[in-house]
Structure formats: C-alpha cells, structure tokens
C-alpha cells in the first residue's frame, strides 16, 4: 500500500501559478506510475495528467496542455504538478494518486490507480 500526502494548493489570480507536491511512501516509488486527478464541485473527478516509473513519459488531459507540467523526483518519492495559466475553470479538489502495476509504460487515465491522496484545494479567482 502507497501512502500520498498532498500539499501545495491555495488561491490564486487568473493567470497566475501553482505547484502542487504529492509525498509517497510504503512502496518503491521509482516502480510505479503517478497521476493527478481533480474534482470541482458537483462534478466527476477527473484526469489531469500521469507519469510512468522513470519520468520518461508523460499525459494530459487536453483542457490542461501547454498549461500544466507534470514531474517527479524518484530520489525524494515526489510527484509534482507545475499549473500556469490558471483559470478558475482549473478550481477543485486535486489528488495524486498510485498506479497499482508496476513498470507501466504510459500512465493514462484508465490506469488502474489504487492509492490516493486526501487532496489539496486549488482556487482560480477571476
């Protein structure tokens, strides 16, 4: 079992930045794929970007391409999301969450994710 710690979110201006930091522990992190989901209010979660084990390869959801870079540190069991551009339509709940097979190549959406985080809140004001 993975354990995820969220932190980074907040309020922010349209347009501005955010970085988003996911801490993982209780497996081996470099083994494993990682994705950021979302979720406003009264809406599905939803995808917001993955990366496989080693940081080779990476996917986005399309509302957030050319705006928001995913990365991790396998030495410091650390995912990042770096969010520019921000609108308020970017405003929710955001989780990283755990793929449950290890040395997936492409981490997409319908990874089969199995840990999640307790999330962080990102505010876009306009």
């Known amino acids: 079992q993975v354990q995820l710690v969220e932190s980074g979110g907040g309020l922010v201006q349209a347009g501005g930045s955010l970085r988003l930091s996911c801490a993982a522990s209780g497996r081996t992190f470099s083994s494993y794929g990682m994705g950021w989901f979302r979720q406003a209010p009264g809406k599905e979660r939803e995808f917001v970007a993955g990366i496989n084990w080693s940081g080779g390869s990476t996917d986005y959801a399309d509302s957030v391409k050319g705006r928001f870079t995913i990365s991790r540190d396998n030495a410091k069991n650390m995912v990042f999301l770096q969010m520019n551009s921000l609108k308020p339509e970017d405003t929710a709940v955001y989780y990283c969450?755990?793929?449950?097979?290890?040395?997936?190549?492409?981490?997409?959406?319908?990874?089969?994710?199995?840990?999640w985080g307790q999330g962080t809140q990102v505010t876009v004001s306009s």
């Open positions: 969450a755990a793929d449950r097979l290890l040395y997936r190549g492409y981490v997409h959406a319908n990874a089969d994710f199995g840990s």
